[in-house]
Nanobody, 121 residues
Framework: QVQLVESGGGLVQAGGSLRLSCAAS????????MGWYRQAPGKQRELVAT???????NYADSVKGRFTISRDNAKNTMYLQMNSLKPEDTAVYFC???????????????WGQGTQVTVSS
């Protein structure tokens, strides 16, 4: 049983910052790629940023230069530092992780419950 729990969301004014965390727990053998997704009102879920187990990162064009994704493999935790926030960043942010569970050899995608980020103008 694997769980992902996001935290750090909240209400912030435009130009402000938030730091999101995603902690994975359970019978984990290995976490490969992880990523942050978001879903804004009236829009489909979109990819925000990804990070491989080796630390290679990829960002959506809309957040490049403002957001930084990172991870602490020893803690099975991923972070998203969000700076210069804009109202259009308002969304529910979801953590995703590709995880191999103990006793298995196949990757599975797991999702967190989401954390709300609201940026006021």
């Amino acid at each position: 049983q694997v769980q992902l729990v996001e935290s750090g969301g909240g209400l912030v004014q435009a130009g402000g910052s938030l730091r999101l965390s995603c902690a994975a727990s359970g019978s984990i053998f290995r976490i490969n790629a992880m990523g942050w997704y978001r879903q804004a009102p009236g829009k489909q879920r979109e990819l925000v940023a990804t990070i491989t187990s080796g630390g290679n990162t990829n960002y959506a064009d809309s957040v490049k230069g403002r957001f930084t994704i990172s991870r602490d493999n020893a803690k099975n935790t991923m972070y998203l530092q969000m700076n210069s926030l804009k109202p259009e960043d308002t969304a529910v942010y979801f953590c995703n992780a590709q995880i191999i569970e103990l006793g298995y050899s196949v990757l599975r995608a797991y999702w967190g419950q989401g954390t709300q980020v609201t940026v006021s103008s």
